[in-house]
């Protein structure tokens, strides 16, 4: 892992870390912020309302989901098998294949980038 910047550069890095830090810290309060605002729209307008207020379109619509265990109880897979996929398990991929084999079957994508 290469941990080390060149003199040259380490400024703009810690300056780039102090201000994802901060915009970290400002999403976290925007975010908390619509939460809330969606939550009193949702208790205030009607699902199926849509309208322009303000200069924007405004929705509340259903947002329904499949209950899997109702579905299952009511459709076994043993009765339906068409209406199911098999799909790699994660968790039992690692308790069963060895480090190296998971590894030789990953492809990389973009580095996470991680400030606390």
């Not at 400002?26 to 912020?33: G, I, K, P, S, T």
């Amino acid at each position: 892992m290469n941990t080390e910047h060149t003199p040259a550069t380490a400024p703009l890095i810690e300056d780039m870390v102090r201000e994802y830090a901060l915009l970290q810290d400002e999403r976290a309060q925007h975010d908390a912020r619509i939460k809330e605002i969606a939550k009193t729209l949702r208790g205030s307008l009607p699902v199926g309302f849509s309208a322009t207020v303000a200069g924007l379109r405004v929705t509340i619509a259903r947002n329904a989901r499949m209950d899997a265990d109702a579905f299952m109880t009511e459709y076994p897979v043993t009765a339906n098998p068409d209406l199911y996929k098999a799909a790699p398990d994660a968790a039992a991929i690692k308790r069963k294949l060895a480090p190296e084999t998971i590894e030789a079957l990953q492809v990389e994508g973009e580095a996470r980038v991680t400030i606390k």
